[in-house]
């Protein structure tokens, strides 16, 4: 079945830091989603990509599609102790019809030290 | 952004009671629901997909007859974990799909987190 791997699976960084996590599929994706979990809290939507290279940005976060449609990444510059939680992505395989599942990767916890 | 809601929050329970999670989706009709099972530091690890008016569809290796799913209106589901035991601690989350704001996208409720003793 389709897997979603993401790396790292934890990240600690200095406030003020870059901080990267990256997302790789198996199979070729029709779009990958990222959320941000905070501790003891449940995932909230971030962002959507759909195309073959398509790179968006939200303040300091920026996301990435690959060419492919097999990867992705986000980037956050200069990180505040706010940005600290988990960070999934969430990739869908186009199976036609009304399939929308998606497939979670691991998370990657980041924690920022002030 | 689309509000969903979780009822309860937490539940601590007996072994082999039954729990019921309820699922609602406060400001828009869900056609689509999702339940996920989420472990301490893993990821969400999805147990069931929630059409309105039929049957479920669950994952491999998730029992159906063990985590009984009903989605009787657009804007309520429910799980049921029957018989609950010890290893079905863990944190539920349901989610819901609405094209408003932009297709695909889940808003996910603030979870159950369920101990069974």
């Known amino acids: 079945g389709q897997q979603v791997m993401q790396i790292p699976q934890y990240q600690h960084v200095q406030e003020g830091e870059d901080f990267t996590t990256y997302c790789n599929s198996s199979?070729?994706?029709?779009?990958i989603q990222w959320y941000k979990q905070r501790p003891g809290g449940h995932p909230v939507f971030l962002i959507q990509?759909?195309?073959?290279?398509e790179v968006k940005k939200q303040k300091r976060l920026t996301f990435q599609f690959g060419e492919a449609k097999k990867n992705s990444s986000l980037h956050i510059t200069a990180t505040q102790t706010t940005d600290v939680g988990t960070y999934f992505c969430?990739?869908?395989?186009?199976?036609?019809?009304?399939?929308?599942?998606?497939?979670f990767g691991k998370g990657t916890l980041l924690t920022v030290n002030p | 952004g689309a509000v969903v809601s979780q009822h309860p929050s937490r539940v601590i329970c007996k072994s082999g009671t039954s729990v019921k999670i309820e699922c609602r989706s406060l400001?828009?009709?869900?056609?689509?629901m999702f339940w996920y099972r989420q472990f301490p530091k893993q990821s969400l690890m999805l147990m069931a997909t929630?059409?309105?008016?039929?049957?479920?569809?669950?994952e491999q290796g998730v029992e159906k007859d063990k985590f009984l799913i009903n989605h009787a209106s657009l804007t309520l589901s429910t799980l049921t974990v029957t018989s609950a035991h010890p290893e079905d601690s863990s944190f539920y989350i349901c989610?819901?799909?609405?094209?408003?704001?932009?297709?695909?996208?889940?808003?996910f409720g603030p979870g159950t987190r369920l101990t069974v003793l």
């Open positions: 989610s819901a799909r609405t094209w408003t704001g932009g297709p695909h996208e889940q808003f």
């Open positions: 199979t070729t994706l029709s779009n």
């Open positions: 990509l759909v195309k073959s290279g």
């Open positions: 969430a990739g869908r395989v186009n199976s036609g019809g009304s399939n929308y599942k998606l497939t």
């Open positions: 400001d828009f009709q869900a056609t689509t």
């Open positions: 929630s059409n309105e008016g039929s049957k479920a569809t669950y």
